[in-house]
């Protein structure tokens, strides 16, 4: 059974970072695309970023309003992925969920963890 | 990148066919075929439901298609059930390694 698990959301102040981690399992992590997509609270789905496999060099791709300050990356030996958020905003305040990227549609998805941009 | 145009809401009758739009442009779902719908149920994740304009994953049911025409995808759920009840969002490749979601549309069955 495929499971995504999200952990590292929590409370920070605006310009502060923090990391999210995703641990995968039921499938072979090193093989698909990897997403990060956020849903402030009572809004819509945004994509924020996709990190390629090994073939794919890893190298990733963001959405203009996170570029520059966030990075995804992954650890296949530990078949987790990551979000490092920098300089964090209070409009970066959302549920964050990472997602198997399969063909361009994304066919699991964590559960979801909350991040609040308050101070 | 603007977020693609879903009405706001939309709904039916048990047994009716209820169909949600999902407008963009030339340079998303105009442009590519890769056009995703997924269920979103209150407190909890997305699920994928559509794929690539028309094709369903494994496990979703028949009563649930995809087309598209120009700029504007359409989902169409048909033999509404209760179960069916929730947020609905379209999702388009816009190039230059993009994606895009739609804003989303609650479905209500009466």
């Known amino acids: 059974e495929v499971q995504l698990v999200e952990s590292g959301g929590g409370l920070v102040q605006p310009g502060g970072s923090l990391r999210l981690s995703c641990a995968a399992s039921g499938f072979t992590f090193s093989g698909p695309y990897m997403d990060w997509v956020r849903q402030a609270p009572g809004q819509g789905l945004e994509w924020i970023g996709r990190?390629?496999?090994?073939?794919?060099?890893?190298?990733?791709d963001y959405a203009a309003s996170v570029k520059g300050r966030f990075t995804v990356s992954r650890d296949d030996s530990k078949n987790s992925l990551y979000l490092q958020m920098n300089s964090l905003k209070t409009e970066d305040t959302a549920v964050y969920y990472c997602?198997?990227?399969?063909?361009?549609?994304?066919?699991?998805w964590g559960q979801g963890t909350l991040v609040t941009v308050s101070s | 990148q603007s977020a693609l145009t879903q009405p706001p809401s939309a709904s039916g009758s048990p047994g009716q066919s209820v169909t949600i739009s999902c407008t963009g442009t030339?340079?998303?779902?105009?442009?590519?075929?890769?056009v995703s719908w997924y269920q979103q149920h209150p407190g909890k994740a997305p699920k994928l439901i559509i794929y690539e304009v028309t094709k369903r994953p494994s496990g979703v049911p028949d009563r649930f298609s995809g087309s598209k025409s120009g700029n504007t995808a359409s989902l169409t759920v048909s033999g509404l059930q209760a179960e069916d009840e929730g947020d609905y969002y379209c999702n388009s490749y816009a190039g230059s390694n993009n994606f895009v979601f739609g804003t989303g549309t609650k479905v209500t069955v009466l």
């Open positions: 997602a198997r990227d399969w063909n361009t549609a994304l066919d699991y």
């Open positions: 990190i390629r496999n090994k073939a794919g060099g890893y190298t990733a």
């Open positions: 030339s340079s998303d779902v105009g442009g590519y075929n890769y």
